[in-house]
């Protein structure tokens, strides 16, 4: 869950002591010009960050103090409990955010789904030990739910928690609210699957807290970059990051791929040799269990497709 910091005014900097002007804080936007923090108090303060900070991300809670007149400047980044990262040169970008809690990965029977990228961003959550679980949304398109089930019974099989809605129909939202509450999340997945849609259904107020946020920190709508921050009407936070769906393997092994895939993991320490890759490998326990469906074997395809995926540098166990 995302703290807010609302236990103290007075923050306690890395050091230990407590610096009287120094207050807990949280991103909520990253913005061009700067980063949009919210106070202790529900208060939102356009900040810069001191350059020896380091890189601070929406959803990292920060020590900040005022400066002249409304602005703020961030001194210190408080730990973090999770950091989601996406491939690419430029560190900045590649931040998507911190302190996130559970992604879902959302898929509709339009487009078809793709299920080369659940897995891949399933994997990529194991990786970095984020909750991930599955949204099919636009069941409204379906004969039946039992379409939907048949598609999904291979993750519920191994633990996956799977929402069926329909943003269109209102089915199954009441249900995935509950869930949403405690915690800091975000939707990931396909273009066109209804993200955005289910983002506005779940956050009504969306477009006027924007516009109180260019407000609040004085900048303009357009400003807004990369992820903001929401709180949801009935707790609990969500991440939107529009066009940064795509986190993949950046920095991830052969060996953290197989980490990737949580039902793998009561066979790996069965194969034969410890640096099994569980392609090929003589005597692998997963490749066993795939074949004889103690492991769901569409899964284990894909975990080799994905293999083949990853950048030579990164084909190390
Ligand atoms: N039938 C049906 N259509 C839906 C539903 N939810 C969203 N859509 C439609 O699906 C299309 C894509 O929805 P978006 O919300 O833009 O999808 P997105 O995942 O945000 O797409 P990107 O912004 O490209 O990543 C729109 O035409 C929506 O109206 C649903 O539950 N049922
Ligand atoms: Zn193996």
């Known amino acids: 869950m995302v703290k807010r910091g609302r236990e103290s005014p007075v923050a306690r900097s890395k050091s230990g002591s407590s610096a009287s002007h120094l207050r807990e804080g949280l991103v909520i936007a990253h913005l061009g010009q700067g980063l949009a923090v919210e106070d202790t108090s529900g208060e939102t303060i356009l900040c810069q960050t001191k350059r020896r900070v380091g890189l601070v991300t929406v959803g990292d809670r920060v ?20 950091v989601l990262t996406r491939p690419g040169h430029n560190e900045a970008v590649r931040l998507v955010a911190a302190n996130l ?30 909750g991930a679980d599955i949204i099919f949304n ?23 928690a ?57 900048l303009g709508r357009h400003t807004t970059t990369t992820a903001t921050l929401y709180h949801l009407p009935d707790g609990g936070d969500l991440i939107d990051s ?18 990737g895939f949580r039902e793998f993991q009561p066979w790996i320490p ?25 492991l769901p074997y569409a899964r284990y395809q894909r975990y080799l497709k994905l293999i083949e995926k990853l950048p030579p540098s990164q084909r190390t166990y």
């Open 101 to 130: 809690d559970r992604v879902f990965v959302v898929v509709a029977p339009e487009p078809e789904p793709d299920w080369l990228l659940v897995d891949q961003y399933l994997a990529a959550c194991e990786h970095r030990q984020l």
């Open 63 to 82: 020590l900040w103090e005022r400066c002249d007149g409304n602005m703020g400047r961030v001194v210190e980044i408080l730990p973090r409990r999770s």
């Open 270 to 294: 069965r194969c034969r040799f410890g640096d099994c890759k569980h392609i090929n490998d003589k005597g692998c326990a997963v490749r066993e269990a795939a074949e004889t469906g103690a």
């Open 162 to 218: 799977c929402f069926l809605i329909s943003v269109r129909t209102g089915e199954g939202l009441s249900a995935l609210r509950k869930e949403l509450i405690g915690q800091c999340s975000m939707l990931a997945g396909q273009s066109g699957v209804g993200k955005s849609s289910l983002t506005n259904a779940l956050l009504p107020d969306k477009q006027l807290l924007t516009q109180t946020l260019s407000e609040k920190t004085g």
């Open 138 to 160: 636009k069941v409204d398109l379906l004969a039946s739910r039992d379409i939907a089930e048949h598609l999904l019974a291979d993750y519920r099989r191994i633990g996956y």
């Open 242 to 259: 529009p066009g940064v769906s795509i986190f993949g393997l950046a920095e991830m092994s052969t060996r953290d791929l197989a980490a």
